[in-house]
C-alpha cells in the first residue's frame, strides 16, 4: 500500500472512531457510511465493517448484537475523546484563519498556531485521495471594493490593546488623526475590536466624552495600560452598535434620510438583485428609474453615490444633492478646462 492511502485509511479510521457514540445501542456501519461520506470519504459499507473489526482489536469499541442492524459504540468509562481535526475542521480553519489573526488576543492566538499548521498538514496530506479536502483550493472571497493592501500594524501595540480590552482597562495612546494630519495624545475606554475589510478598528471613548469613537488600530504610535478601569456607556451593546450603522462612517447626529433619486435601466437591473433597503421602491420613468428608500446618512452612502456617477442623479434631499454637486464638479475641474460644458455651469448656478 502506498503511503498516501496508508495516510487516507488512517484518516478516514480516525473519523470514523471519532463518529462512534459512548454509549449503547451505537451506531450502525450505514449510518457510518453516511457520516464519513458527509466528511469527504466515499467508502463501501463492508469496508466500514472491516474497520469495525479491525479497530476493535486495538481500542475499547463493542458492538451491540442483540438485534439487527448491529450497532458499535465506545464502552462504557472508555475515553471517546481523540487528539487530532476533523476535516471538516481542517476546512473551517483554514477559511477562518486570516480573520482570526487581528482580532484574538496573542496568548489564545499562539495556543492555535499548531492547530493552524496542522489544518495546513491535514488537507495537503489528504488532498490527492479526499475530494473535500481540495475544496480549499475551489473557494475564494473578494471583496467587492478596490481590494487595498493591509495596512501594516505593529503587533505589541495591538497586543497592549487587546490586554486593555480583555481587562477593562484604560489606555493611554498616541494616535495619529489622518483628517487632521496630526497626532494626538488621548487617554481611551475600549469597548471592542472590529474588523472591516483589512482593517481593524478599536470602538472607544475619548476622556472626558461620552460618545462611542472609531480608531483605526494602525493609526496607534504607542499604547500604555493605565491602572485605572474602563468606563463603559451604560446599554453599550457591540451588535446594536454595529447595527445602527457605525461602521458606515455616520456624521456626528446624523440619522436616517428619504434618498429620492432618478437611476439608470443599468443600476435598477443591479438594485433589483441587491436592494439598498427593504423598503426600497423603483418607479419607471423615461428610459431610466425613480428609486426611493430610506437609509442611514452616513460617507458610506456619499462613497456609493459617486462611484455610480452618470447611472444616478440624487434628487433629495436637497443638502446631499447640493453636496454631490459640489464634489462632482471640483473632480471635475481638477482634469483641466477641456471638460468644461453647460452640464458643468448648469451644476455651479445651482450651486451659486
Not at 438594485?271 to 427593504?278: A, G, Y
Request: glycine share 6%; hydrophobic share 40%.
Amino acid at each position: 500500500m502506498s503511503a498516501t492511502a496508508t495516510r487516507n485509511t488512517i484518516s478516514r479510521q480516525w473519523e470514523l472512531l471519532r463518529s462512534l457514540p459512548a454509549r449503547p445501542p451505537g451506531i450502525t456501519a450505514q449510518e457510518l457510511v453516511d457520516l464519513l461520506d458527509d466528511a469527504g470519504f466515499t467508502v463501501s459499507k463492508r469496508t466500514v465493517e472491516r474497520d469495525l473489526i479491525e479497530l476493535s482489536s486495538l481500542f475499547p469499541l463493542q458492538c451491540s448484537d442483540k438485534s439487527t442492524p448491529y450497532g458499535w459504540y465506545w464502552t462504557p468509562g472508555a475515553t471517546a475523546e481523540l487528539p487530532g481535526l476533523t476535516l471538516s475542521e481542517a476546512l473551517t480553519l483554514r477559511l477562518v484563519e486570516d480573520s482570526l489573526r487581528p482580532l484574538l488576543p496573542a496568548y489564545l492566538l499562539k495556543s492555535l498556531e499548531p492547530r493552524f499548521a496542522q489544518a495546513h498538514h491535514k488537507l495537503q496530506a489528504l488532498g490527492d485521495q479526499v475530494p473535500a479536502a481540495r475544496w480549499i483550493d475551489k473557494i475564494a472571497s473578494v471583496p467587492p471594493e478596490l481590494a487595498l493592501q493591509a495596512p501594516e500594524m505593529n503587533g505589541e501595540l495591538l497586543e497592549r490593546i487587546q490586554q486593555g480590552l480583555l481587562e477593562d482597562r484604560r489606555l493611554g495612546c498616541s494616535y495619529f488623526a489622518a483628517h487632521s494630519n496630526k497626532t494626538r495624545e488621548l487617554q481611551l475606554n475600549p469597548l471592542a475590536l472590529i474588523q472591516r475589510g483589512n482593517i481593524t478598528y478599536l470602538a472607544a471613548i475619548v476622556d472626558p466624552y461620552e460618545d462611542v469613537r472609531l480608531f483605526a488600530a494602525h493609526r496607534f504610535q504607542q499604547v500604555e495600560l493605565l491602572d485605572a478601569p474602563c468606563r463603559r456607556p451604560d446599554g453599550f451593546n457591540l451588535d446594536e452598535y454595529i447595527a445602527g450603522g457605525a461602521l458606515q462612517f455616520t456624521s456626528p447626529g446624523a440619522g436616517m434620510i428619504a434618498l429620492r433619486a432618478w437611476i439608470s435601466e443599468e443600476l435598477a437591473r443591479q438594485l433589483r438583485e441587491t436592494p439598498l433597503t427593504d423598503d426600497m421602491h423603483l418607479e419607471a420613468d423615461g428610459d431610466g428609474y425613480r428609486l426611493s428608500a430610506t437609509l442611514q446618512d452616513s460617507w458610506q452612502l456619499r462613497w456609493w453615490l459617486l462611484s455610480h456617477t452618470g447611472k444616478i442623479v440624487v434628487q433629495e434631499p436637497q443638502g446631499l444633492r447640493q453636496e454631490l454637486q459640489k464634489q462632482l464638479v471640483a473632480g471635475l475641474q481638477m482634469y483641466g478646462d477641456d471638460v468644461s460644458s453647460p452640464a458643468v455651469e448648469k451644476a455651479q448656478t445651482e450651486m451659486s
